[in-house]
């Protein structure tokens, strides 16, 4: 393994690691700034999870190791995944495990984690949430390899790194239907996995509107911190690969030097502080949808999802 790379992969996970509270916190800002408020600036996510580790870890009576692993098993599979996914250079060291598949069953496979322990604490908004939770996921997670598959076809491959790679190859194909289609449908499915409005309000503690946060009501402390930043990390990779597959320029490729990893840590910065400042200026102007409107959202992206794959199959065989 090239040395570089290995660095590069090492940028990736330290970078995603101390950035991801700043992006959420760039967010806030952004929000605050278009509604006519000061805010808090970006370094309050960073100060928050200063005060939580400070403070005393409590379990709730009656849960059992699954409420108490959980947080452990969200911030281990995002880290995989942003070990694995092509950010900073193409060739990463987990490069042959970042296959779409797995990264997706990583995903489901924090979500869930999250909501057994939403059920185990027995209380009746943990399950609640869980229930909203696994709803979401059941519609998000299938959009996401279906609009990925979108952009597989044409590299000839479900490897992250290999499609971005054949991306920045052929800049033409962005401006395909297929890529159109499958970037609304992966935008939506981002906002539902992370929740943000209009799927869901981090913002609010309403009962009635509550999804993510009524998992994570019970924690505190350390391990709400962890459950913080594990989200925090999951929208910045997320963002990351979303900025990648469709405007991979900047990335380093499968032989860097030293410049070509500083080119791509600042390019995919620059970019996922554009995309977090954007979808930010646009929770302004959005609602959060009634709960039985939002499955009704989420099947609307898998629509457009098979919609890019259609539409990739139809130019990929009349191109050939």
Sequence with gaps: MNAVLLLAGFVQVVGVIIGAPLVIGLMRQVRARAEGRV???IGQPWRDIRKLLGKQNLKPRGTTWVFAAAPAVLAATTLVIVAAAPLVATGSPLDPVADLITVVG???????????????TA?????????????????????????????SIPA???????????????PGQVVSLASALAFVALVIVIVA????????????HLELTMVHEAMVLEY?????????????????????????LFAPWGIAGTDPGLLDVVIGTTAIGLKVALLAAAMATAEVFLAK?????????????FVLALLAVTAANFFTGAGA
């Excluded at 009746?124 to 990925?148: C, D, K, Q, Y």
């Excluded at 996995?193 to 609010?204: A, F, I, K, M, W």
């Design 39 to 41: 805010g808090a600036g």
């Design 106 to 120: 990583l995903l489901f496979l924090g979500t869930v984690a999250l909501t057994l322990a939403g059920i185990d």
């Design 123 to 151: 209380t009746a908004f943990g399950g609640m949430g869980a229930s909203r939770e696994i709803t979401i996921a059941a519609l998000v997670e299938p959009t996401i390899l279906v609009a990925v598959f979108a952009l």
């Design 156 to 170: 000839n491959s479900a490897n992250l790194g290999a499609i971005v790679s054949t991306t920045s190859q052929h």
């Design 193 to 204: 996995e992370t929740g943000r409005l209009p799927v869901d309000n981090p913002s609010t």
């Design 220 to 244: 505190a402390g350390p391990k709400l911190a962890l459950v913080e930043w594990a989200g925090g990390m999951r929208l910045t990779v997320l963002l990351a690969l979303l900025a990648n």
């Design 289 to 301: 949808l009634r709960l039985f409107r939002v499955p009704e959202l989420l099947a609307g992206s």
